[in-house]
T-cell receptor, first 112, second 116 residues
Framework: EDQVTQSPEALRLQEGESSSLNCSYT??????LFWYRQDPGKGPEFLFT???AGEEKEKERLKATLTKKESFLHITAPKPEDSATYLC?????????????FGAGTRLAVHP | DAGVIQSPRHEVTEMGQEVTLRCKPI?????LFWYRQTMMRGLELLIY????????DSGMPEDRFSAKMPNASFSTLKIQPSEPRDSAVYFC??????????????FGPGTRLTVL
C-alpha cells in the first residue's frame, strides 16, 4: 500500500535557525512528489513539484530536494511567517496525478 | 479571481441530520476535488470530478456520503444521515488539466463540520 510519512511531527525553531523536514514514501514508480503549506484555518497552498531523483526547487527560504526514497524541505534562516504545517503528497497508483496521498504533515513554529 | 469558494464555513448539526456542503471552483478549471481532514487520518481525497463527471469516488467512506457536480461552477457534498465521526474539515479544490504533469490544486478555505 502506498504510504507517505513525514517527520518530525512538530518542529520548533528560533528565527534564523535553519533545519530540514523529511518526507519518506513507499510507492512503486514514483511519478512526482508535491509540497504544500497549510496555515491554521486555511486550505493547503501549493509550494513545489519534484519529478525525479536529484531534482531541487527553491522558493525564498525554502528548498525542496528529492531522492529515490525521500524528500527534504530545507528551511534556511526561517522567519516567524514561515510558521505553518508543511504537507507532502505523492500520486497514488492508479490515479494519474489527481489522486494524491498526503502525509500527516510537520507543524513548524518559528519564534522570534 | 476569488479562488475556490466554499459554504458554509462552519456547520454544527445534530446526529441524523442531513448536511450539504457547497463549492464553487475557480472559473475555467476542469477538475474538482473533495477532501476531508481530521487529526487522526490527515487529509484524504474523497472524490474528484473531471468536466463535471465523477472519476474516482473510492475515498467516499460509505453510502451516507454523496457528491454531485451539476455544472462547471458548482458542486455539493451531502452527508445523510450525519454521524459524530463525520466531524472534520472538508476542503474543496480545483485544478486545470495540463498534459503529462501535475496540475496544481487550489484549495478552498474549508468547511468545519461538527456533528453532535
Amino acid at each position: 500500500e502506498d504510504q507517505v510519512t513525514q517527520s518530525p511531527e512538530a518542529l520548533r525553531l528560533q528565527e534564523g535557525e535553519s533545519s530540514s523536514l523529511n518526507c519518506s514514501y513507499t510507492v512503486s514508480g514514483l511519478r512526482g512528489l508535491f509540497w504544500y503549506r497549510q496555515d491554521p484555518g486555511k486550505g493547503p497552498e501549493f509550494l513545489f513539484t519534484l519529478y525525479s531523483a536529484g531534482e531541487e526547487k527553491e522558493k525564498e527560504r525554502l528548498k525542496a530536494t528529492l531522492t529515490k526514497k525521500e524528500s527534504f524541505l530545507h528551511i534556511t534562516a526561517p522567519k516567524p511567517e514561515d510558521s505553518a504545517t508543511y504537507l507532502c503528497a505523492v500520486p497514488a497508483r492508479p490515479g494519474g496525478y489527481n489522486k494524491l496521498i498526503f502525509g500527516a504533515g510537520t507543524r513548524l513554529a518559528v519564534h522570534p | 479571481d476569488a479562488g475556490v469558494i466554499q459554504s458554509p464555513r462552519h456547520e454544527v448539526t445534530e446526529m441524523g441530520q442531513e448536511v450539504t456542503l457547497r463549492c464553487k471552483p475557480i472559473s475555467g478549471h476542469d477538475y474538482l476535488f473533495w477532501y476531508r481532514q481530521t487529526m487522526m487520518r490527515g487529509l484524504e481525497l474523497l472524490i474528484y470530478f473531471n468536466n463535471n463527471v465523477p472519476i474516482d469516488d473510492s475515498g467516499m467512506p460509505e453510502d451516507r456520503f454523496s457528491a454531485k457536480m451539476p455544472n462547471a461552477s458548482f458542486s455539493t457534498l451531502k452527508i445523510q444521515p450525519s454521524e459524530p465521526r463525520d466531524s472534520a474539515v472538508y476542503f474543496c479544490a480545483s485544478s486545470l488539466w495540463a498534459s503529462g504533469s501535475y496540475n496544481e490544486q487550489f484549495f478552498g478555505p474549508g468547511t468545519r463540520l461538527t456533528v453532535l
